[in-house]
C-alpha cells in the first residue's frame, strides 16, 4: 500500500494569481462601485503610502464597511492592487500585493491560545479609560456607551452587532482580526478592570 503521508509545506514566491486572490479576499463584501471611487482617490498617494501620512490617515479613518472584518489598511491596498493590475502598474500591485497576502494569511490562521491567561488588549486598554473617568459605571453602561462609538471610525470599536448584542473590536493594532465581545465576556473584562475577577 501506499504511503500517504505528507511532507513539509514548499515554499514559493508568490504569483500574480495569488496577489489577485487576496485582494478578492478583502474586497469580499465591498461594492464593485466603491472600488472604482476610491480607486482614483488612493492612486496618487500610491508612491508614499504610508499610514502616518495625514492624507493616507485620513482616508484609512473612514474607511470601514459593516459586517466587514478586514482593517481599512488591508481594504486601500487591496484596492491600490485592483487599480495597479487594471492599469499594468507593476510596482503598485507588488507593493500593495505583499500587505494584501500577509492580511490573508493573518486571517486564515487561527490563534491559539490558553483561555486562563488573559493579556490586556485595546478594548482593555479602553474600559480601564473609561473607568478612570466614570469609576461607578456598570458594566451595562460602558457596553451602552461603547456601542454607541461603533460606526464613527473607533479605532477598536468596529461595529455593534445588534443581532448577537456584541461588539465587534479590533483587539490589536497590527491584527487584521475582529473579534465578537458579547455582553458576558464584557461584564467580565470590566470585572478585571476593576479588581472583581
Known amino acids: 500500500m501506499g504511503s500517504t503521508i505528507k511532507g513539509p509545506r514548499v515554499k514559493r514566491l508568490a504569483r500574480e ?7 478578492e479576499w478583502c474586497l469580499a463584501t465591498i461594492p464593485p462601485n466603491d472600488v472604482t471611487i476610491l480607486a482614483p482617490i488612493l492612486r496618487p498617494l500610491s508612491n508614499d503610502f504610508s499610514e502616518d501620512r495625514p492624507e493616507v490617515a ?12 478586514k482593517s481599512s489598511w488591508s481594504l486601500a491596498c487591496a484596492i491600490l ?11 503598485t500591485f507588488w507593493a500593495a ?22 493579556i490586556a488588549d485595546l478594548l482593555d486598554d ?8 466614570f469609576p461607578r459605571a456598570t458594566p451595562a453602561e460602558i457596553f451602552l456607551g461603547f456601542s454607541e462609538l461603533a460606526g ?23 491584527s487584521e482580526k475582529l ?11 470590566v470585572r478585571r478592570a476593576t479588581g472583581c475577577t
Request: proline share 2%; glycine share 4%; net charge negative.
Open 17 to 23: 494569481a495569488d496577489i489577485i486572490e487576496a485582494a
Open 58 to 69: 485620513a482616508i484609512l479613518k473612514d474607511l470601514r464597511y459593516p459586517r466587514n472584518r
Open 81 to 91: 492592487v485592483k487599480d495597479a493590475w487594471h492599469r499594468s502598474d507593476p510596482a
Open 97 to 118: 500585493g505583499i500587505e494584501v497576502l500577509k492580511a490573508m494569511q493573518q486571517g486564515r490562521r487561527g490563534t491559539h491560545h490558553n483561555r486562563n491567561t488573559h
Open 126 to 133: 479602553c474600559i480601564a479609560e473609561y473607568l478612570s473617568d
Open 152 to 174: 464613527y471610525s473607533h479605532e477598536v470599536i468596529v461595529e455593534h452587532d445588534q443581532d448577537n448584542e456584541a461588539l465587534v473590536c479590533q483587539l490589536a493594532q497590527d
Open 179 to 189: 473579534t465578537n465581545v458579547g455582553r458576558e465576556e464584557f461584564s467580565r473584562r
